[in-house]
């Protein structure tokens, strides 16, 4: 609940409108509900905030109309949906865009809210940000660190087709920056507000590169790379961003609303990926590539490509995983053969 140090007035909006202004009411006006009073704080990069309503107005937050404060629908990199808190005893709440601060209106304008020039121990822009619920959030799991080698022949010819998949980065999303169309934003925001996006990532044998070769013979052959999955109807709508073909992050607005854009420093921190260089999304891709075996034996060959595989989860208890995309690195791709080549070559030593 906020509240205004002044005057003890709350902040509150109607459900009832999706474009209602935030005003100043009483916590026992006939006219308002519980829900209309909580507001949720969504933490974003730079010690930012996204004020949202909780539970009300399809959780829209907080935004700036010429000094007035009023409620729409999230979008990412909107600046004028951004606040700093300024916490001292009381609380002072800052609009991001333009430094200007929140304050409680006197006299006739008693229960309006605006933004104005920030005054010295002025009580109208001093608030109370009081704690009223506690969420339950999933607690953040071991990561690994390293990811294990790929797979390489054994003694006697046998190989693995990959390794298991490894928890290599993991991190809370806010739930109005995801769209999940199989709950509405009012149960969304009580139930699951956040939203648990996991990193894996293991080796797989990549498709087209089990070549099989006679003594002191060359092939060329083809193999694949990227991802299958069309982004536009996974991750771009869902999670406002992309991955491109140097595997980097593209951030931008999706259609259906929302979008990550506000907490990229944390997904370039906590999941490992940087931001992407290029400008081409990654598609699925086939690369030519040689090998030869300079032994007089027969050899087989088989690479192995890293595979990231990007899942999101609605938590409300339990975890259910409503999206998933798994792209491959080129640049990761790697050969293995049977006999390998010093291997062989030892062999042909010995004889």
């Given at each position: 609940?906020?509240?205004?140090?002044?005057?003890?007035?709350?902040?509150?909006?109607?459900?009832?409108?999706?474009?209602?202004?935030?005003?100043?009411?009483?916590?026992?006006?006939?006219?308002?509900?519980?829900?209309?009073?909580?507001?949720?704080l969504?933490?974003?990069?730079?010690?930012?905030?996204?004020?949202?309503?909780?539970?009300?107005?399809?959780?829209?937050v907080?935004?700036?109309?010429n000094?007035?404060?009023?409620?729409?629908?999230?979008?990412?990199?909107?600046?004028?949906?951004?606040?700093?808190?300024?916490?001292?005893?009381?609380?002072?709440?800052?609009?991001?865009?333009?430094?200007?601060?929140?304050?409680?209106?006197?006299?006739?304008?008693?229960?309006?809210?605006?933004?104005?020039?920030?005054?010295?121990?002025?009580?109208?822009?001093?608030w109370?940000?009081?704690?009223?619920?506690?969420?339950?959030?999933?607690?953040?799991?071991?990561?690994?660190?390293?990811?294990?080698?790929?797979?390489?022949?054994?003694?006697?010819?046998?190989?693995?087709?990959?390794?298991?998949?490894?928890?290599?980065?993991?991190?809370?999303?806010?739930?109005?920056?995801?769209?999940?169309?199989?709950?509405?934003?009012?149960?969304?925001?009580?139930?699951?507000?956040?939203?648990?996006?996991?990193?894996?990532?293991?080796?797989?044998?990549?498709?087209?590169?089990?070549?099989?070769?006679?003594?002191?013979?060359?092939?060329?052959?083809?193999?694949?790379?990227?991802?299958?999955?069309?982004?536009?109807?996974?991750?771009?709508?869902?999670?406002?961003?992309?991955?491109?073909?140097d595997?980097?992050?593209?951030?931008?607005?999706p259609?259906?609303?929302?979008?990550?854009?506000?907490?990229?420093?944390?997904?370039?921190?906590?999941?490992?990926?940087?931001?992407?260089?290029?400008?081409?999304?990654?598609?699925?891709?086939?690369?030519?590539?040689?090998?030869?075996?300079?032994?007089d034996?027969?050899?087989?060959?088989?690479?192995?490509?890293?595979?990231?595989?990007?899942?999101?989860?609605?938590?409300?208890g339990s975890?259910?995983?409503?999206?998933?995309?798994?792209?491959?690195?080129?640049?990761?791709?790697?050969?293995?053969?049977?006999?390998?080549?010093?291997?062989?070559?030892?062999?042909?030593?010995?004889?």
């Open positions: 609940e906020i509240s205004n140090h002044a005057n003890g007035l709350y902040a509150a909006t109607y459900l009832s409108l999706d474009d209602s202004g935030v005003s100043l009411m009483n916590k026992n006006d006939d006219d308002i509900d519980d829900y209309n009073l909580k507001w949720f969504f933490p974003i990069d730079d010690d930012q905030y996204i004020i949202t309503s909780y539970a009300a107005n399809n959780c829209k907080w935004n700036v109309n000094d007035k404060i009023n409620v729409s629908t999230y979008s990412s990199t909107n600046s004028i949906q951004k606040w700093q808190i300024k916490a001292n005893g009381s609380s002072y709440v800052i609009q991001s865009d333009n430094g200007k601060v929140l304050t409680a209106g006197t006299g006739q304008a008693l229960g309006l809210i605006r933004l104005t020039d920030e005054s010295s121990n002025n009580p109208n822009q001093q109370n940000l009081t704690s009223v619920q506690t969420i339950q959030l999933p607690q953040k799991p071991i990561i690994d660190t390293k990811l294990k080698d790929y797979p390489k022949y054994s003694p006697t010819g046998n190989i693995d087709n990959g390794t298991s998949p490894q928890l290599m980065g993991w991190t809370l999303v806010p739930c109005i920056m995801v769209n999940d169309p199989n709950i509405d934003k009012n149960t969304q925001i009580k139930t699951t507000p956040y939203y648990i996006l996991k990193k894996y990532q293991y080796w797989q044998r990549a498709v087209g590169s089990n070549v099989a070769l006679r003594p002191h013979e060359e092939k060329s052959y083809t193999y694949e790379w990227g991802t299958e999955i069309d982004q536009k109807t996974t991750i771009i709508n869902t999670l406002g961003f992309q991955i491109n073909i595997s980097g992050m593209k951030f931008d607005i259609e259906v609303g929302g979008g990550t854009d506000e907490i990229k420093t944390q997904l370039n921190e906590e999941l490992k990926i940087e931001y992407s260089r290029e400008t081409k999304i990654m598609e699925k891709y086939q690369e030519q590539s040689e090998i030869d075996n300079p032994t034996q027969p050899m087989n060959s088989i690479g192995f490509l890293t595979i990231t595989s990007l899942e999101l989860y609605r938590y409300n975890e259910i995983r409503i999206m998933q995309i798994q792209t491959s690195d080129n640049d990761t791709y790697n050969v293995t053969s049977y006999p390998d080549h010093q291997q062989a070559l030892l062999l042909l030593t010995n004889h």
